[in-house]
């Protein structure tokens, strides 16, 4: 670290790179004032710094840093009471995955990782979690949902989430969340209405991903993707509160829905109760789903009132092949024979 660094009291823009140090020295950052521009690269292995100094840089605009642990990330998000002013922020909270975290620079430009943690469920945490922010990755940490990680009314902007060997996770969303009935309307505004890409590998515990209720805000989802999880058996799952409505709603569209992988889930049962419509599909993968009986993807209709393979779609992958022939079933009877030329056995 260059001598008198704490006298660059005019500095706007400071990037730090093989600079050799573990730890930011701390008493530098709050006498330079000025900084608009922190980057401390080297993800994840390089340079950490202490929240509460980050905080104290109220011009702040660019954000690139590695915090060793959840109480320097609290810290930092008490201190500067949000960070609505930054206009991008790519932070790493824990010890992380050096091969996965490698390509940082490709994430999008309001990024978050949380990475072997544990999660005090007390509330004080989600509650000061920060706005705008794009993608999400949650790896290794106790938390049993989203809920435990971040206000979700703050997640309109929420592009892409990535769930990593989460073995405590149970589900996305705490079904406490939903004591009301599915609006009738896509919401446009709510929580996860911006989403794109979901990703869910290797955690244990999960038994449901998305509740039934949240559907309608899926408008964005072009690609959801589960593999591993032991205990996965529902991909939407109903809520206690959607059992007992006496009108419950038997049809979504996922409009822009184009990707669907689901792999190694031995005890899935069921991707939804209700029926999807996913006209704009261009890749199904099932492998390794022994259990997974019925498929409720709705195949566009001919005038003559049969099935047809909807208009992008390129490839089904299905594994093991005995399964696609005489276990799943689909919406329409003659939906395999329609679909047939677009499938392919194998191993993934």
Not at 123 to 134: M, S
Not at 223 to 235: F, G, P, Q
């Amino acid at each position: 670290m260059p001598q008198g660094m704490e006298c660059l009291t005019n500095l706007r823009y400071l990037r730090m790179n093989g600079c050799g140090e573990k730890e930011f020295p701390s008493g530098i950052l709050p006498k330079l004032s000025h900084l608009q521009v922190l980057v401390l690269e080297e993800f994840p292995s390089g340079i950490t710094v202490k929240g509460k100094e980050v905080g104290s840089l109220r011009n702040l605009e660019t954000l690139e840093c590695h915090f060793e642990g959840l109480s320097d990330f609290v810290e930092y998000l008490r201190s500067r009471d949000g960070i609505q002013s930054l206009s991008t922020y790519k932070i790493l909270v824990g010890m992380v995955d050096y091969l996965y975290w490698e390509n940082i620079n490709d994430f999008p430009s309001k990024t978050v990782g949380l990475c072997n943690l544990s999660i005090n469920r007390d509330g004080d945490f989600q509650v000061k979690f920060l706005n705008g922010i794009q993608r999400l990755i949650c790896e290794r940490i106790d938390a049993r949902s989203l809920c435990d990680v971040l206000s979700l009314e703050n997640a309109t902007e929420l592009e892409d989430i990535n769930i990593r060997d989460c073995n405590n996770m149970e589900s996305l969303v705490s079904s406490s969340w939903f004591c009301y009935a599915p609006p009738p309307l896509p919401s446009y505004n709510g929580m996860f209405s911006g989403l794109k890409e979901f990703y869910c590998g290797g955690c244990k515990s999960m038994k449901k991903l998305f509740p039934l209720v949240l559907l309608p805000n899926l408008v964005n989802l072009e690609r959801i993707e589960v593999r591993c999880c032991e205990k996965m058996e529902e991909i939407i799952g109903t809520t206690d509160e959607e059992s007992r409505t006496s009108n419950p709603i038997t049809e979504f569209i996922l409009p822009k829905l184009k990707t669907l992988k689901l792999s190694v889930l031995p005890e899935l049962k069921s991707i939804c109760s209700a029926k999807l419509i996913c006209n704009s599909l261009k890749k199904i993968r099932v492998s390794f789903c022994k259990k997974l009986k019925r498929m409720p993807i709705c195949l566009p209709l001919l005038e003559n009132g049969q099935p047809s393979p909807p208009p992008s779609l390129k490839k089904i992958e299905a594994s093991p092949k005995e399964w696609w022939e005489t276990v799943v079933e689909w919406e329409h009877p003659n939906a395999k024979d329609v679909l047939r030329p677009f499938v392919k056995f194998g191993y993934w």
